[in-house]
């Protein structure tokens, strides 16, 4: 039955004289190209729907009257259909189209940032008449128009194939622009007064079929033959876009998206796309810059002397490191920790879980860094993947914005839940982009989601809570029964995207919903939605209490690993909060900071204070300028993003390859070789010379990565990366939709790195672990036992504060990147409007803001978005544009399971 259902979605086409074998329903310019005959086109893209509006794509087809010329990307496919596409009629019309077009085109290709890479000037030279017969004024307009920060608009060259509009409503759901005015003065406009503001304009400029919209950072940056390109993957946060890396003399110069079906369909977030400025760092290195300046590269080491940071050499720097670590861990391992992680490569987070873990014996390394989930959790908790996510039946939302936190797994999502692929459930603490989504909105205020979990479940007494606290609240009986019909008796098709709703709410609760829904729907999936660029690689490699690489605990490791490390941790370590307590009180002597910066990183910026006031020396691994470095004792350099190889590993365990384009500036050097070497200088050989060698001796001591050696990454097979564990997922694809209108230069795989490949991944069978090795399951145990805490008393004097993340902070990509650093905003205060009419203020006014930890002056806004009762703000960001401006993390009090806030007029 199943053979014949699939025979049946197949059918056959005559295209020009030959029979094609296409999907049914397919449009007949897709199956044209599967089948090797390309047919020119400017408005068709493979991601969006069908308009036919360029009429570039005309070609004969037979109908009940003749042949009649018709739009192959708005005929689809059916059986017997008869397409020609290379008759002197549709050379005619390809022809009278292409000279209309060019009647008021301008003649500036070789201004045009487009010149060389573009498809109207490649159709001109194949189907164009090759001469004008028109000799009035071509139409002029002022040009060029800034439609954003980022964005020009060039009206000249627009050609009206709408595929910007249609983006920005279709996809990004943000219709900010549409075309304006009649006839020949048809142009792509902004709405007055409001830019085109979207966190993905720049999918626009890409798709563009011409130069009317062009990105700044690239503006007049190069000539699309002066450019080198490689494959790899964008670390700008945890889904792991694949993209293009581009460069002209030693610089980046352009990112551009590539079609990954299982991931991000070619769309990249302006953060990805435009972040590439920060490795550039400034023209003249920015070394006149302080090393608290996110835009300075660090390209050298540096150690204290006399107060002051002083170059050294790598010997210095490491004989210097070395000292500081084993004075540390005199009085146990301990002593010494390390905080971040997720910034590195696999290769460089096991290279340093090896000389953390396997030579000083700490078990004290956190890659999250106090704003995520419980290891265990996001280890153990049964996987789903973003296409799976993608597909579902329904999808269960309990994390922060994902447009601001995950923007192209948010695009998915949308396009999922539009589509009417899926429905959608959010428990989020406030509306968000995804709530206009939902099927389902039940909003969890802080502390709350442990017990919506359990009345989605049926418990009865979760359900009189809820009902008893629901003032404000978007619940209702209906609410919740149909939340209930969605999700079904076992939870099958359903996906949960589980991350942390809220930095100012203690973790457990999250987990303990997480819990709550696994073990009442069995088979319910979850799709983790952790933000930094590979926390789930730092995890898999064991940049976590408790954990070593593979998934395995520290009291049950691999054989491999066991033979392989000197030494392993005895005694469960520090999380990133716990170290920072620590070092507070004197008890850890150390730390290792690994492309982390507490100081705008951890939610509690009390604690980091009261941490660095301790003086304990740190060690700094980066490669940016950042505020900590006026703490440390000894700065390494690091190399960042494109200027290393290796692997990431994204959101649902995807491996993928990282392409090294451009060489770290100065005497910094890869995070893996770092480790490497210092532990050389500590006395002990990690066996890593190249990182091939680092790749293969995860694949043998991690039981997760088995078989996932180099050979396998670096092949063809591993073009879309590699789902971890091999014995999860049998890697296969059928190679990948190229849209040569968007990307030009990139005709296939074939040119951009890693070779073309249609076919199933030959591995061998990963070694099975003996009984009882490897993560903890969730059937039995302390685990699914664990306490549900119940949510903690409200009074009616304050607010619950809810803390999420925006996509521009005040994190070092956006900080040292010009192009981005301009979009940051400072914090405004979000609060339901009955909570502002009991304290007389309205938006826009100036209120003081108040915690246990401190408090400022910040400016209010009436949402009806967010619960009454609580408080919304962007932590990350500062609250004034005036130096020294307090951050909303120094709100955060992260010894309590929520942070309570109180709202004062002025």
């Known amino acids: 039955m199943a053979e014949q259902s699939a025979e049946s979605t197949k059918v056959t086409i005559m295209l020009d004289g030959r029979e094609v074998v296409a999907e049914k329903g397919e449009m007949v310019i897709a199956a044209a190209e599967r089948a090797g005959t390309y047919i020119p086109r400017f408005c068709y893209h493979p991601r969006m729907e069908p308009v036919g509006v360029c009429r570039m794509c005309l070609v004969e087809v037979d109908g009940p009257r003749g042949a009649t010329l018709q739009p192959a990307c708005f005929i689809s496919a059916s059986d017997g259909l008869v397409v020609i596409t290379e008759s002197d009629k549709v050379k005619k019309a390809q022809d009278g189209v292409l ?16 010149g060389g890479e573009c498809p109207l000037q490649d159709q001109t030279l194949a189907h164009g008449p090759g001469e004008t017969r028109f000799v009035e004024e071509k139409r002029h307009f002022a040009k060029p128009i800034p439609i954003s920060e980022l964005v020009l608009l060039d009206r000249e060259r627009c050609i009206q194939c709408s595929r910007c509009t249609r983006f920005a409503d279709e996809v990004a759901g943000e219709a900010l622009i549409d075309f304006a005015g009649r006839g020949d003065k048809v142009e792509v406009a902004i709405f007055p007064g409001e830019p085109f503001s979207s966190y993905f304009s720049g999918n626009t400029v890409q798709i563009c079929p011409v130069g009317a919209l062009t990105a700044t950072p690239y503006r007049f940056a190069a000539r699309p033959w002066d450019l080198e390109q490689v494959e790899s993957t964008c670390t700008g946060c945890s889904v792991g876009c694949r993209v293009a890396v581009q460069s002209s003399a030693g610089r980046l110069t352009r990112l551009l998206g590539v079609d990954s079906d299982p991931v991000n369909h070619s769309w990249l977030c302006d953060k990805g796309r435009f972040s590439f400025e920060s490795t550039n760092g400034l023209d003249d290195g920015g070394d006149e ?81 106090g704003d995520g989930l419980d290891a265990l959790h996001v280890l153990a908790l049964p996987r789903a993947t973003i296409d799976e996510a993608a597909s579902a039946s329904t999808i269960i939302v309990l994390a922060g914005d994902l447009r601001e936190e995950l923007p192209v797994l948010f695009l998915r999502l949308r396009t999922a839940v539009t589509s009417g692929t899926s429905s959608l459930i959010d428990l989020g603490p406030r509306s968000s982009a995804i709530s206009d989504l939902a099927a389902v909105r039940l909003p969890a205020r802080p502390g709350d989601s442990a017990v919506i979990a359990r009345a989605l479940t049926g418990d009865d007494a979760a359900l009189t809570y809820v009902k008893a606290h629901a003032e404000g609240r978007t619940f209702s009986d209906d609410g919740l029964i149909e ?34 829904l696994h ?26 209490p408790g954990f070593l690489p593979g998934r395995t605990t520290i009291d049950a490791p691999s054989a491999t690993l066991s033979a392989t490390w000197p030494t392993r941790p005895s005694t469960r370590g520090r999380t990133t909060l716990e170290q920072l307590a620590a070092l507070a009180d004197g008890s850890q002597k150390a730390l290792v900071l690994l492309g982390a910066d507490p100081l705008v990183d951890v939610p509690d910026a009390t604690l980091v204070d009261r941490a660095l006031r301790a003086s304990a020396p740190i060690v700094a691994v980066t490669g940016h300028g950042s505020p900590v470095l006026d703490h440390a004792a000894v700065v390494l350099p690091a190399a960042v993003a494109h200027e290393r190889g290796g692997t990431t590993t994204n959101i649902e365990g995807r491996v993928s390859r990282l392409g090294q384009k451009v060489v770290p500036p100065g005497l910094a050097w890869s995070d893996w070789m770092i480790a490497a070497e210092l532990a050389a200088e500590l006395g002990s050989d990690l066996g890593m010379a190249t990182i091939a060698q680092v790749t293969d001796q995860i694949a043998r001591v991690a039981p997760s990565h088995a078989g996932l050696d180099a050979a396998l990454i670096e092949s063809a097979a591993a073009v879309d990366g590699i789902l971890a564990p091999l014995s999860r997922h049998q890697a296969t694809t059928g190679g990948r939709l190229t849209d040569p209108v968007a990307v030009p230069g990139l005709a296939g795989v074939t040119t951009i790195g890693l070779g073309a490949f249609t076919g199933s991944v030959r591995v061998s069978e990963p070694t099975t672990e003996p009984s009882g090795q490897g993560v903890p399951a969730l059937t039995g145990g ?21 803390a999420t993340r925006t996509l521009y902070d005040l994190g070092t990509l956006v900080g040292a990147s010009p192009s981005l650093a301009s979009l940051r905003k400072t914090a405004v205060a979000r609060a339901n409007p009955y909570d502002l009419d009991r304290l007389g203020v309205t938006t826009g006014d100036q209120v003081r803001v108040r915690s246990a930890n401190a408090s400022f002056i910040v400016e209010v806004d009436a949402d009806d978005g967010v619960l009454r009762g609580t408080l919304a703000l962007e932590t990350n960001l500062a609250t004034g544009s005036a130096a020294g401006a307090s951050m909303v993390s120094a709100l955060v009090d992260s010894a309590s399971r929520v942070t309570d806030v109180r709202m004062e007029s002025l």
Not at 486 to 495: H, M, N, R
Not at 782 to 802: H, K
Request: glycine residues 10%; proline residues 5%; charged residues 20%.
């Open 99 to 114: 000279e209309l077009l060019l009647t008021n085109h301008p003649l500036d290709c070789p201004v045009c940032d487009k």
């Open 289 to 369: 810059l302080s090393v608290t300046d996110a835009r300075r590269r660090i390209s050298e080491p540096m150690v204290r002397k006399d107060g002051e940071l002083t170059a050294v050499s790598w010997g210095e720097a490491l004989s210097a490191t070395a000292t500081i670590l084993a004075s540390a861990t005199k009085s146990g391992p301990l002593g010494v920790g390390a905080i971040g992680g997720a910034q590195l490569t696999n290769e460089g987070a096991y290279a340093w879980a090896a000389l953390l873990k396997g030579v000083l014996g700490t078990d004290s390394i956190d890659a999250q860094l």
């Open 483 to 516: 939340a209930r019909r969605l999700i079904g008796a076992d939870g099958e098709g359903v996906v949960v995207v589980l991350g942390r709703p809220s930095v100012a709410e203690d973790s457990c609760f999250a987990e303990a919903a997480a819990r709550t």
């Open 519 to 544: 073990a009442a729907f069995p088979k319910i999936t979850f799709l983790s939605a952790l933000r930094r660029a590979n926390v789930l690689g730092a995890l898999d490699m064991g940049l976590t």
């Open 782 to 802: 302390s685990f699914i036992g664990a306490e549900i805490p119940d949510p903690p008393a409200a009074d009616n004097y304050s607010l619950r504060l809810v």
